[in-house]
């Protein structure tokens, strides 16, 4: 009879397990997708200068988990050159100094965007002539500063509207189209100065992970760089997702396979998937998002070597930058805002281990 309850006891306790319960492997995603034939398996993190920075628990994670790191701010153009021709390269290279000590790699985020963009730029008046100028200074300083510390630099970010056509910027807007292919320029050109050709040169973008007329316009500017002898190393897909309404195994697969039969590499840069409203941690909840997770991260599985990783857009709740960004959205990454795992979490593990999703 004991030993009946006993066991009974210890058969609920199982089925019972919240699968936060379940131990993270021991290697961690990194090795896991490494494993896979991945180049890595990395998060953005928001450092220095945020919380994260001295968060030990969230860095001992960041170390344990991920073997790329993202700057989430630390590159962008108001942080490096803050007034014209003034740089200032203390946050980049003190991330640097993180990456190196965690022997991760970098991808450098980004050179040309819309946002984030300095006041001197967007509250002047300029000629095309005096912004392609503006520009080329920023891209020349900044890369050849961190040189070969970057894997790979976003040249461009987010240049196109849902509809394929160029959306409205200050470089968009003074210098026109040729723009996006000066900035590949620029960068291709100040790399090999400094014989750093090895660095890669990517476009970066959100909604271009399903197929349609936005990836149809990527591929179009692909080649208009490539008629120009000008390099294009690769395409970031943001995969900023929705849960429930995450892009299907099936096309996520087809769009990066056009990538890749388009000579690109492609990686994972900013995946995310938010819940639109509340409730973020409900059993079913959590399945819903284990499962739209588990879908991106085979989809770069499917497709072979050329889909080299998947990036996290930060990997914990308290320090996603989806509630800032959507009101009344969040719980979109992998960790809860305890730093405990998920099932997301579990479903991207077992993702890499090639096995079945059982959180899903
Ligand atoms: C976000 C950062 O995470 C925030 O901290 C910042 O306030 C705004 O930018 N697409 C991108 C990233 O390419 O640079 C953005 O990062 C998220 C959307």
């Known amino acids: ?43 953005a993190a928001d450092i220095p200068g945020t919380a994260e920075t001295t968060d030990t628990a969230y860095l001992k994670i960041l170390h344990h988990e991920f073997g790329e790191l993202t700057p989430a701010n630390a590159l962008k153009f108001m942080y490096t050159e803050p007034e014209q021709n003034v740089f200032n390269f203390t946050e980049g290279d003190e991330f640097m100094r993180l990456a190196e000590r965690y022997q991760s790699k970098v991808r450098c985020h980004n050179l040309v965007w819309a946002s984030q963009v300095s006041d001197f730029v967007t509250s002047n008046t300029w000629t095309a002539e005096e912004l392609k100028a503006v520009m080329k200074n920023h891209i020349f300083k ?18 196109l509207n849902s509809d394929g056509t160029f959306s409205s910027s200050v470089w968009y807007d003074t210098i026109g189209e040729e723009y996006f292919y000066l900035a590949f320029q620029y960068a291709q050109q100040a790399l090999a100065q400094i014989g750093a ?10 909604g271009i992970e399903n197929p349609g007329t936005k990836v149809d316009a990527v591929l179009g500017l692909v080649k208009n760089l490539r008629k120009r002898g000008i390099r294009i190393d690769g395409v970031g897909l943001e995969s900023h997702f929705i849960v429930g309404e995450t892009p299907s195994l099936t096309d996520q697969v087809a769009t990066k396979r056009a990538y890749i039969n388009a000579d690109l590499d492609v990686v994972v840069t900013e995946l995310d998937i938010r819940f639109a409203a509340e409730p973020y941690y409900s059993a079913d909840a959590q399945n819903q998002q284990a499962a739209d997770y588990y879908t991106s991260v085979e989809s770069c599985l499917q497709v072979g070597r050329r889909c080299l990783g ?20 969040g719980g979109a990454t992998l960790f809860n805002d305890t730093l405990e795992a998920k099932p997301a979490y579990y479903a991207v593990s077992e993702a890499l281990q090639g096995k079945k999703c059982t959180v899903c």
């Open 197 to 206: 050709q090895n660095v890669k040169l990517y476009y970066n973008d959100y």
């Open 310 to 329: 998947v990036v996290v857009w930060d990997f914990d709740d308290a320090y996603s930058w989806v509630p800032s960004a959507f009101a009344g959205q």
């Open 1 to 43: 009879m004991v030993s009946f309850i006993a066991i009974t006891a210890l058969l609920a306790s199982l089925v019972n397990a919240a699968p936060h319960s379940k131990d993270r492997t021991s290697v961690g995603l990194n090795a896991l997708a490494q494993g896979r034939g991945k180049q890595w398996f990395g998060s």
């Open 142 to 159: 900044t890369v050849q500063h961190f040189g070969k510390r970057c894997y790979s630099w976003d040249v461009v970010n987010e240049a």
